[in-house]
């Protein structure tokens, strides 16, 4: 009951008062499984990015932090090619920081804050942390590489006007194929040739 009510405030608080760049809603009917959207930050590889994140929240919530993960890709030294986010609010102590006056909008804060500053000393992808370390200039142009390919808004529009555009072509397709199967022309013009008289 507890978790219910904290939930609904806490999700009209997320749509009411979002923090910037930030946006969560309840998926469907699931109370307890969210899905979130960061926005990349300006100056920073991420930029333009929107990330795609989901959120499911436990039985024991606000005792137990909910479990997030990417589902878009991203280039990050502290996220795995899962979509986990090593990041101590999401653990419960000794090993975490996770304490139940924490919310979903501030573990959201928190990884957009992440996005923006890398931990390469706790890695979840060693080899992005020591690229990160020791060749930050081919970490950059890496991690923009994925958000214009996995994140950007161009990226995910074009894909939506593809998929319009298939569908428009497959209608026209159908009804050249049952105007034929009609024995009409769509022109409405006969195919007979005209006899001269």
Known sequence: MQRTSRLKRELHLLTTEPPPGITCWQNESHIDYLQAQILGSADTPYEKGVFDLEVVVPVRYPFEPP????????????????????????????????????NIATLLTSIQMLMNEPNPDDPLMADISSEYKY??????????QWTEKYASQTTITSKTLDE????????LKDSNTSQKRKGGDISGCSKKPRSET
């Not at 997030?68 to 975490?96: A, Q, W």
């Not at 060749?135 to 923009?144: P, V």
């Not at 319009?164 to 209608?171: D, I, K, V, W």
Request: with cysteine; charged share 25%.
């Open 67 to 102: 479990k997030m993960r990417f589902l878009t890709p991203i280039y990050h030294p502290n996220i795995d090619s899962s979509g986990r986010i090593c990041l101590d609010v999401l653990r419960l102590p000794p090993k975490g920081a996770w304490r139940p006056s924490l």
């Open 135 to 144: 060749n930050k200039q081919a970490f950059l142009r890496n991690a923009r």
């Open 164 to 171: 319009e555009n298939q569908s428009e072509a497959n209608l």
